[in-house]
């Protein structure tokens, strides 16, 4: 969608007698605005030594807690179960504790932890195993303040009664008013595009009041960004159940925002997710209604219909349904198990989707194209030496109908140069098409069809790097040599880092390495006693390559006894 067009648009959408202006506007509650209150997190280890039988013992938190979560083998092994109370009040039920991984960013997570799960304020805990466990787990728990349990809650459930008006953006409650600013992103938002909107559960309870919504909302937030460690909360709304609609990931709610919600399609997708767990009931209308407005009103301010199907290609993921580069066929308003190996919305709001798709599509505003269009987007911005780099795009004529059949040339600049045609393909039924290009070199691409040119995109390139080590134990004040290949000829050093009395490695130098055509040799010095970790990494501007370490023990020499 062109510059122009997308300003058109915002300026007829903001301008709506329900606008977002008006439900956005509206400042945080004092007591968030004074900064009293944070969102907090904590943990607790549980090992093998607390259970009895299949069932721990009952575990006590230090504070209260709103949302828990667990990370560890056991854990992704599965068959664990928790439910929490305040201390001397009734058990919750047993809730499954889901590790499932495919709410991620494009890129991955690190270390899986389990989905959140929300019992209100609560201080004790037990856990459950089908299994003995073989190691120990951490248990991350997440308070929120009093601010957002009650005052900032109330504030939101106020929400203002508009008239359904197709095309009109609904009510949204802003990311200040659930307290936010208490969970500030880790790094700035990325910007993609919107071709299509995924459909989410939270698998949290659903036994909650309007005005717990913006407390849960918080909590996910700060277990998404601290235990996941995300830059932020993955969604990019959320709606409860009650119909309130609440402002997820920071960027914008008009912006195509890249979120951490469907693992391979974060970059042309949005995410919705409703609060609470529908496997056997479905949403309320309530819900309903609401995911109807939001997404017949994202959709069409993206220029995209809500029903019919389209192509776009995977990004992949260790959960991905489908591996990188491979074209997949969704529908515009789809389900996340669509895209990810996940049973995710549940059951029971999967098969609300065809209702719901004919419900936004009866809301959404006039979809507007503009006249020839190319588009093109990358599976990924920085690709592995020698691999395939995977890009897709959609070509429309300029009487607005799909290019299908047209022929699409995908034009690559190295840095310094113009721009050459290094791979032609056709566009599919839909205009929409893929290309595959060996990728040795970074640079510019784009793609050119019936007479136009795409935007460009800047595709980084990632070095191979090997590494391997001489030896795994020497005397203090001895050296051990690492030695590898890179490829392409790339500056490489050797990150040495010491481990400390908590266990935890610092960083106490680097060692540049000595690189000859393909090959590379480090020599590190460890002068001091103590295990080490030695990690070879690439410089550059581009994309950075990142070996596995070595850990090397340096021991005091011994004393010889005399005689």
Excluded at 333 to 356: E, F, K, M, N, V
Aim: hydrophobic share 40%; proline share 6%.
């Amino acid at each position: 969608m062109g510059r122009a067009a997308m300003t058109r648009r915002r300026a007829l959408v903001l301008g709506a007698a329900t606008g977002l202006g008006s439900l956005l506007g509206a400042g945080p509650p004092r007591a968030l605005a004074r900064g009293a209150g944070r969102a907090r997190s904590f943990g607790l280890e549980v090992g093998p030594q607390d259970f009895e039988g299949a069932t721990s013992r009952i575990l006590g938190t230090s504070r209260r807690f709103e949302l828990l979560g667990v990370r560890g083998a056991d854990a992704v092994r599965g068959g664990l179960e928790v439910r929490a109370r305040r201390r001397g009040a009734v058990w919750s039920r047993w809730v499954p504790l889901a590790v499932r991984g495919d709410h991620a960013p494009d890129t991955g997570s690190g270390e899986r932890a389990s989905d959140p799960v929300w019992f209100g304020a609560s201080d004790e805990l037990q856990l459950r195993a089908r299994r003995p466990l073989r190691g120990s787990l951490r248990v991350h728990l997440v308070a929120v303040p009093a601010a957002a349990r009650v005052g900032l809650a109330a504030r939101s459930a106020a929400r203002a009664a508009q008239a359904v008006v197709p095309g009109a953006p609904p009510s949204i409650i802003p990311r200040a008013a659930w307290g936010a600013a208490a969970v500030p992103p880790r790094a700035l938002p990325d910007y993609g595009s919107v071709h299509l909107g995924f459909v989410h559960h939270t698998v949290t309870a659903n036994a909650y009041g309007p005005t717990q919504s913006a407390a849960i909302v918080l909590a996910i937030a700060k277990y998404h960004r601290d235990t996941n460690g995300w830059n932020d909360i993955g969604y990019n709304f959320l709606v409860d159940q009650y119909g309130q609609i609440f402002e997820g990931r920071a960027g914008g709610v008009e912006q195509a925002v890249v979120g951490a919600q469907a693992q391979g399609y974060n970059s042309v997708s949005t995410g919705v997710a409703v609060l609470g767990t529908y496997t056997v009931g479905g949403i309320s209308e309530a819900a309903m209604s609401a995911v109807a407005r939001l997404l017949g009103w994202k959709l069409s301010l993206h220029g995209v219909p809500c029903i019919g199907q389209l192509t776009v290609i995977s990004g992949g993921g260790p959960l991905n349904r489908y591996g990188s580069g491979v074209p997949v066929l969704l529908q515009r308003i789809s389900g996340h198990r669509d895209g990810d190996a996940t049973s995710c919305p549940g059951d029971a709001l999967y098969a609300q989707l065809p209702a719901l798709r004919a419900r936004a599509a009866a809301l959404a505003g006039p979809v507007q194209v503009t006249q020839g269009q190319v588009t093109i987007s990358a599976a990924d911005d920085a690709v592995l030496y020698g691999t395939d780099a995977v890009f897709s795009g959609r070509v429309v004529r300029a009487d607005s109908t799909a290019g299908a059949g047209e022929r699409v040339e995908f034009q690559k600049r190295l840095w310094g140069r113009s721009f050459v045609t290094v791979a032609t393909t056709t566009a599919l039924a839909d205009g929409s098409w893929t290309a595959r290009i060996p990728w040795r070199r970074p640079g510019r691409v784009r793609a050119r069809a019936v007479g136009l040119l795409s935007p460009e995109l800047p595709i980084a390139m990632v070095p191979r790097l090997s590494a391997r080590a001489a030896a795994s134990h020497v005397v203090a004040g001895g050296a051990v040599t690492l030695r590898g290949q890179v490829r392409p000829k790339t500056p490489t050093v050797v990150v040495v880092e010491v481990r400390g009395r908590s266990g935890r490695y610092r960083r106490v130098g680097s060692v540049r390495a000595r690189v000859r055509g393909r090959r590379w040799t480090a020599t590190v010095r460890l002068r001091g006693s103590g295990r080490y970790r030695l990690t070879p990494r690439t410089l550059g501007n581009g994309g950075h390559a990142v070996g596995r370490p070595f850990y090397v023990r340096a021991t005091r020499r011994r004393r010889r006894r005399r005689a």
